[in-house]
């Protein structure tokens, strides 16, 4: 019932910024967690940030913290995850995520729907 668009993907240099967009649909986008994964090819889906459906807890990847955040606004019913300082390390498909749970979670399991992810490619 709920989708997940995401959107702000992109080629980008090593060192430069993104910020990707996650607009929600089809629920009470304040009801939930919300958190971004990121998965390379060949590689597993990789937890990157989550944040508190009030927005008052967040968590990082310790990779990118200092360089990444992420907020949301209810009101927009989207989430945002800003990114700085990126490496190359970093580049992978990044996917938007929702769950029921109030409070953040690194989890994967812990989420209950899933956009279908944006491109993030950074060069050296």
């Known amino acids: 019932q709920v989708q997940l668009v995401e959107s702000g993907g992109g080629l980008v240099q090593a060192g430069g910024s993104l910020r990707l967009s996650c607009a929600a649909s089809g629920r009470t986008f304040s009801s939930g967690v919300m958190g971004w994964f990121r998965q390379a090819p060949g590689k597993e889906r990789e937890f990157v940030a989550t944040i508190s459906w009030s927005g008052g807890v967040a968590y990082y990847l310790d990779s990118v913290k200092g360089r990444f955040t992420i907020s949301r606004d209810n009101a927009k019913n989207t989430v945002y995850l800003q990114m700085t300082s990126l490496k190359p390390e970093d580049t992978a498909v990044y996917y938007c995520?929702?769950?029921?749970?109030?409070?953040?979670?690194?989890?994967?399991?812990?989420?209950?729907?899933w956009g279908q992810g944006t491109q993030v490619t950074v060069s050296s």
């Open positions: 995520a929702a769950g029921r749970r109030v409070g953040a979670t690194m989890k994967l399991e812990e989420y209950d729907y």
